[in-house]
C-alpha cells in the first residue's frame, strides 16, 4: 500500500513564499512522473507543475517563474517551491505520482491560504 503525505501548506500574506513537501511510503517500485495539482474552492483541480524521475520539470504557464517543482527519487519526495504568491493562489495543494507500472497515487492536500 503506497500513502503520499503532504506537509508545509498554511496561511501567508501576499508576496510570501512557502514550501510543500510529499513523501511516499510503502511499496514504491519505480517513480516515473511527481507532480502537484490545485483546487480553489469552487474550481476544478488543475495542474500546477511535473517532474519527471529524470528531473525534467513542466510548469502550467500562469505559475512559471513563481513556483518551481523539484524531487528528490532517494527518498520518495516533491516538493514544489511557492514564492510571490497571491491572494488567487489560495487552493488545496494535492501531490501526484505515477509509477512505471502505472499506478497513480494522490496525496490528500495541504491548505494555502494567502491573505491580501
Known amino acids: 500500500q503506497v500513502q503520499l503525505v503532504e506537509s508545509g501548506g498554511g496561511l501567508v500574506q501576499a508576496g510570501g513564499s512557502l514550501r510543500l513537501s510529499c513523501a511516499a511510503s510503502?511499496?514504491?517500485?519505480?517513480?516515473?512522473?511527481m507532480a502537484w495539482y490545485r483546487q480553489a474552492p469552487g474550481k476544478q483541480r488543475e495542474l500546477v507543475a511535473t517532474?519527471?524521475?529524470?528531473?525534467?520539470?513542466n510548469y502550467v504557464d500562469s505559475m512559471k517563474g513563481r513556483f518551481t517543482i523539484s524531487g528528490d527519487n532517494a527518498k520518495n519526495t516533491v516538493y514544489l517551491h511557492l514564492n510571490s504568491l497571491k491572494p488567487e493562489d489560495t487552493a488545496v495543494y494535492y501531490c501526484?505520482?505515477?509509477?512505471?507500472?502505472?499506478?497513480?497515487?494522490w496525496g490528500r492536500g495541504t491548505q494555502v491560504t494567502v491573505s491580501s
Open positions: 501526484y505520482f505515477q509509477l512505471w507500472n502505472s499506478a497513480v497515487y
Open positions: 510503502g511499496s514504491i517500485f519505480g517513480i516515473n512522473t
Open positions: 517532474i519527471t524521475s529524470g528531473g525534467r520539470t
